[in-house]
C-alpha cells in the first residue's frame, strides 16, 4: 500500500519538479542491491540522497548502513513516518533505525503525533541522532491537534490536498535540501 501511495504522490511530485533520476525501490528489495545501485551512482559523482516511508524510512537507514560499512558517503537522508506501529518488526531491522550513521551528512527526520502507524508514542523516541559531530541531523514533530495523519505526511496531489504544515515543512523542506546540494540524481526508497 505504502509503494502504490509513494508512487502516486512523492515520487510524482520529486519527478515533476525536475528531479528526473529518481529511483523507487520498496522496503522488501534487498539491502545489497540497493546499496550497489547507490555505490554505482556515487561512483559517477552524483550526491545520494535516501528518502523513505513508513517502513521504507526504516529501510532507507538500513541502507544507509551498508554504504557506510562500504565507505560511501550520503549527502542526504530523509525519513518520514518510521515508528509507531511498523516497529512490530524489531527483528527484521537489527538495528536502532534513529541512530544516524557516520556516513550521513544531513539527515531529515519527519513524524506526527497524530499517526499511530508512524509514530512512537513517546516522541523522544522518534528522534533521530548523529554518530557524529560533524553531522546535521532535524527532528521535524507535527503534535497531535495538528491532525496529520501518516498519508498527510507524504500526499502531494491532487497538490490543493497537501496540508499547509506538511507542505511548508516536510515537502519544502526536503525540495529546499535537495536544491542546496545541486545534484543531477536522487535515489529514493
Given at each position: 500500500?505504502?509503494?502504490?501511495?509513494?508512487?502516486?504522490?512523492?515520487?510524482?511530485?520529486?519527478?515533476?519538479?525536475?528531479?528526473?533520476?529518481?529511483?523507487?525501490?520498496?522496503?522488501?528489495?534487498?539491502?545489497?542491491?540497493?546499496?550497489?545501485?547507490?555505490?554505482?551512482?556515487?561512483?559517477?559523482?552524483?550526491?545520494?540522497?535516501?528518502?523513505?516511508?513508513?517502513?521504507?524510512?526504516?529501510?532507507?537507514?538500513?541502507?544507509?548502513?551498508?554504504?557506510?560499512?562500504?565507505?560511501?558517503?550520503?549527502?542526504?537522508?530523509?525519513?518520514?513516518?518510521?515508528g509507531g506501529l511498523g516497529r512490530v518488526f524489531p527483528g527484521r531491522w537489527g538495528f536502532d533505525p534513529r541512530n544516524v550513521p557516520t556516513n550521513v551528512d544531513v539527515c531529515l527526520n519527519f513524524f506526527s503525533q497524530g499517526d499511530l502507524l508512524g509514530c512512537d508514542q513517546s516522541h523522544q523516541m522518534n528522534e533521530a541522532f548523529g554518530s557524529s559531530a560533524t553531522q546535521r541531523v532535524e527532528n521535524h514533530m507535527f503534535h497531535a491537534h495538528e491532525g496529520v495523519s501518516h498519508i498527510d505526511l507524504v500526499r502531494c496531489y491532487p497538490e490543493e490536498r497537501i496540508k499547509p504544515a506538511v507542505r511548508t515543512q516536510v515537502i519544502e523542506r526536503i525540495m529546499t535540501e535537495i536544491s542546496g546540494l545541486n545534484t543531477s540524481g536522487v535515489q529514493h526508497i
Open positions: 500500500m505504502a509503494r502504490r501511495l509513494m508512487q502516486r504522490n512523492l515520487l510524482r511530485y520529486l519527478r515533476s519538479k525536475g528531479l528526473s533520476d529518481v529511483t523507487m525501490y520498496g522496503h522488501l528489495h534487498s539491502v545489497d542491491a540497493i546499496s550497489d545501485d547507490l555505490q554505482a551512482s556515487r561512483r559517477e559523482g552524483r550526491k545520494l540522497v535516501i528518502l523513505g516511508y513508513s517502513q521504507g524510512g526504516f529501510h532507507a537507514v538500513k541502507v544507509a548502513r551498508e554504504l557506510e560499512r562500504r565507505g560511501v558517503e550520503i549527502a542526504l537522508l530523509v525519513s518520514i513516518a518510521a
